[in-house]
Structures are given as C-alpha cells and as structure tokens.
C-alpha cells in the first residue's frame, strides 16, 4: 500500500510539472557589454501578469527566463552597468529568441567617451570663443583635442548632473580652428559647419552617439551657436587618418 500512494505521489508532481511548462513561455538571449564581449551573472527577471521569473546569464552571456503572456516587463542588471528595461506584448506562450542585449558599463565620471575595442576613451573638455567685425561673428575652439583612429565611431554620452544627455551640436573644426560664422552684413546668416550623427537614448543619463566623419578635427557643442552665443563649452577630437 505504502509503494501505490509514493507512485501515486510522484504521477501527481509529474503531472504538475507538465503543466506548469505548458502554462509559461520561455524568453532565451544573450547578454553583452557595450565592446560585444559576452556578460556572465547578469541579473535577468521577467515581471508579468502578477507572476515574477528570475535567472542569470552563464558564464558565455546565454539566459533563458519563463514568462506569463501579455505584458511583461524584462529587466538586466549588473553591478558597475547601466540597467536595461524592456517592455513586451506577447499573446502566446513560446519559445521566443531575443536580440543580444547590450549592457553598457558606468564610467567613473560624466562626460563624452569613445568606445574602443575593450574600453572608453574620454574625449576632452573645451571651449569655443567668438571674433567679431562689423560683417560677422566667428567662432573658435581652444583646447587640445583627443586623438580617436577610424571614422566609423560609437560615443557614450554620460552625464551625472543633468539626467538629459541630449542637446549637443556637432561641428567640423576647419584649419584655422573656426566653427564657422554668423553673417551680419548683408542679411543675418548662418555659415556654421554642421556635421551629423545619430543619437539613441539608453537611459535617462545615458545616450549612444553614432559618427562617420572623414578625418579631421570635430567639437561637440553643449546646445547650440546662436546669434547670441559667445562663450561655451563642449568635447573637441580629431579623427585622424
């Protein structure tokens, strides 16, 4: 009698195990840091539907978590990263691959960094300042520049003070150290040398800066040169060939 009900026991946790894994999905990915390594121990937990999953990513950055369907809210965290949140809406119960997700690293003070291939490098602070004649208002830039190879380029823009990162304007420093100009004879103009990249919120205080310049010297402006511009400050580099 005593054997029936122990075999009895285990065909009831057997039954209740199969449910429960047809009852949840499984969400699968890797973690990695901003340079493309993998990330172990990642702290990976999965809130939906009133329920909450928990894992970490191996020692290779693989995880894989549970979830209930409908809204599920993915969080990544790891000590000295910036956290990651992700909303999702899913309807079903499956086995569904992520993307790699990115956990940047927190760098010791705010400012603009270069990403290299295992580390940042900081971009130096500097000043732009203006000459004026009766025709215009020129802009320079005084400082010393940080010397970055390659024209492909990802910049961390970090902040500590101000929770919003964005706001900065990119200039080409041509070879007088001018930002360019603000006409005033014979009609108000802006001649500025504008050069592009793309911006990408990470966080509140983190933001990703994407660039592809040719060789050359470039300041990133903290806002903008306007008309009533004189004196700022930004991040000066040089891209060099």
């Known amino acids: 009698m005593l054997r029936k009900i122990c075999v009895s026991v285990l065909a009831i946790l057997f039954v209740s195990n199969t449910l429960h894994a047809f009852e949840t999905g499984t969400l699968r990915g890797r973690v990695v840091d901003g340079f493309g390594k993998p990330l172990s121990f990642a702290n990976i937990e999965a809130l939906s539907d009133g329920s909450k999953s928990k894992t970490t990513s191996d020692t290779t950055g693989i995880f894989s978590v549970a979830y209930n369907p409908v809204n599920i809210k993915l969080t990544f965290r790891k000590e000295g990263y910036v956290p990651v949140y992700i909303p999702l809406s899913l309807d079903e119960k499956t086995d569904l691959s992520l993307d790699d997700i990115v956990l940047?690293?927190?760098?010791?003070?705010?400012?603009?960094?270069?990403?290299?291939?295992?580390?940042?490098?900081?971009?130096?602070?500097?000043?732009?300042?203006?000459?004026?004649?009766?025709?215009?208002?020129?802009?320079?830039?005084?400082?010393?520049?940080?010397?970055?190879?390659?024209?492909?380029?990802?910049?961390?823009?970090?902040?500590?003070?101000?929770?919003?990162?964005?706001?900065?304007?990119?200039?080409?420093?041509?070879?007088?150290?001018?930002?360019?100009?603000?006409?005033?004879?014979?009609?108000?103009?802006?001649?500025?040398?504008?050069?592009?990249?793309?911006?990408?919120?990470?966080?509140?205080?983190?933001?990703?800066?994407?660039?592809?310049?040719?060789?050359?010297?470039?300041?990133?402006?903290?806002?903008?040169?306007?008309?009533?511009?004189?004196?700022?400050?930004?991040?000066?580099?040089?891209?060099?060939?």
């Open 104 to 241: 940047w690293k927190i760098p010791q003070t705010g400012g603009l960094f270069a990403v290299g291939d295992s580390d940042y490098e900081k971009i130096n602070k500097a000043e732009f300042y203006f000459e004026s004649s009766s025709k215009e208002r020129r802009f320079y830039v005084k400082g010393t520049p940080t010397v970055l190879k390659g024209q492909a380029m990802k910049i961390i823009d970090f902040q500590i003070d101000n929770p919003l990162v964005i706001g900065k304007t990119l200039y080409r420093v041509d070879s007088k150290g001018s930002l360019g100009s603000i006409l005033f004879y014979p009609s108000q103009k802006y001649v500025l040398n504008r050069a592009e990249d793309t911006y990408a919120k990470i966080a509140d205080n983190v933001g990703l800066r994407r660039l592809n310049l040719p060789p050359g010297r470039y300041f990133y402006c903290t806002g903008e040169i306007t008309i009533r511009s004189k004196t700022g400050f930004g991040f000066f580099f040089e891209i060099s060939s």
